[in-house]
Nanobody, 121 residues
Framework: QVQLEESGGGLVQPGGSLKLSCAASGDIISIPAMGWYRQAPGKERELVASITNAGGTSYTDSVKDRFTISRDYAKKTVYLQMNSLKDEDTAVYYC???????????????WGRGSLVTVSS
């Protein structure tokens, strides 16, 4: 069985920083891509940032130069460092990952349970 466990959400003032973590566990062969999505109240879920197995990254325009996605391959963990947070960054943040696992190899996509990030003074 493959699982994702998120941590790091919370309340922060505008201009502050938070770091989200998402750790994968299980009989994992490889993780082609990991990413973070968010869903604000009344809005659709959107991709915030993603990172491939080769280290390639992409960001939605609204977070470029403020958020940084990174991976610890040994720990099977993806991070999202969020700086200069704004009110409009308030949302539930979801980790997402693609896996090859088990023998024979199977493909799976998983979502984390979500971490609430609230930016407010």
């Amino acid at each position: 069985q493959v699982q994702l466990e998120e941590s790091g959400g919370g309340l922060v003032q505008p201009g502050g920083s938070l770091k989200l973590s998402c750790a994968a566990s299980g009989d994992i062969i490889s993780i082609p891509a990991m990413g973070w999505y968010r869903q604000a109240p009344g809005k659709e879920r959107e991709l915030v940032a993603s990172i491939t197995n080769a280290g390639g990254t992409s960001y939605t325009d609204s977070v470029k130069d403020r958020f940084t996605i990174s991976r610890d391959y040994a720990k099977k963990t993806v991070y999202l460092q969020m700086n200069s947070l704004k009110d409009e960054d308030t949302a539930v943040y979801y980790c997402h990952a693609e896996f090859y696992y088990g023998r024979p190899h199977r493909y799976l996509e998983l979502w984390g349970r979500g971490s609430l990030v609230t930016v407010s003074s």
